[in-house]
């Protein structure tokens, strides 16, 4: 059974920064693609990084890329997602996710998802 579980999140003011970290069990995490994804209150879930199983192919929203930084530590099992001059609409739950293959950025091509860890970004 595969296992995802973020933590990092918490509450930050505009300008701040996070590191999020997301610690895989259940199979072998080196073989697999990850990605980080959120959801607003009353949005839908969105993507905003993955990262393929070598770390060799990254792909970021548009939106936040040189905010956003997705890393991966396979001999840890951890996928980390540093976030920087944090907005407040950046405020969402922040969730990983795991798919076999390759690196993907639609939430219908993850298999596996964690439960989230909330971040929220004052003004």
């Known amino acids: 059974q595969v296992q995802l579980v973020e933590s990092g999140g918490g509450l930050v003011q505009a300008g701040g920064s996070l590191r999020l970290s997301c610690a895989a069990s259940?199979?072998?995490?080196?073989?697999?693609?990850m990605g980080w994804f959120r959801q607003a209150p009353g949005k839908e879930r969105e993507f905003v990084a993955a990262?393929?199983?070598?770390?060799?192919?990254?792909y970021y929203a548009d939106s936040l890329k040189g905010r956003f930084t997705i890393s991966r530590d396979n001999a840890k099992n951890t996928v980390y997602l540093q976030m920087n001059s944090l907005k407040p609409e950046d405020t969402a739950v922040y969730y990983c996710a795991t798919k076999g293959g390759v690196v993907h950025t639609s939430t219908s091509a993850y298999d596996y998802w964690g439960q989230g860890t909330q971040v929220t970004v004052s003004s």
């Open positions: 990262i393929s199983w070598s770390g060799g192919t990254i």
């Open positions: 259940g199979r072998t995490f080196s073989n697999y693609a």
